[in-house]
């Protein structure tokens, strides 16, 4: 093993990407509310799925397997 394997392994595991549909509905502290709806790029570390709205830049969290569970 190299000394750069080693290190990788030390750190935490990579998330992965997968591209989902998504929908923010946001509500900023002026009563502004975010009406995006499209495709995104989330981030997927574990049970975690996380993804930054690109018009208001919320960071939004929820569970992966509920996200990608059949039926």
């Known amino acids: 093993m190299t000394a750069?394997?080693?290190?990788?392994?030390s750190g935490p595991p990579e998330a992965d990407?997968?591209?989902?549909?998504?929908?923010?509905?946001h509500e900023d502290d002026e009563g502004n509310i975010c009406t995006f709806d499209n495709r995104v790029t989330a981030q997927i570390s574990g049970d975690r799925l996380t993804w930054e709205c690109p018009t208001c830049d919320w960071e939004h969290e929820e569970s992966a397997r509920d996200r990608f569970e059949d039926g």
């Not at 990407?17 to 509905?25: G, Q």
């Open 4 to 9: 750069y394997d080693d290190w990788k392994l």
């Open 17 to 25: 990407e997968e591209d989902i549909e998504a929908t923010c509905n």
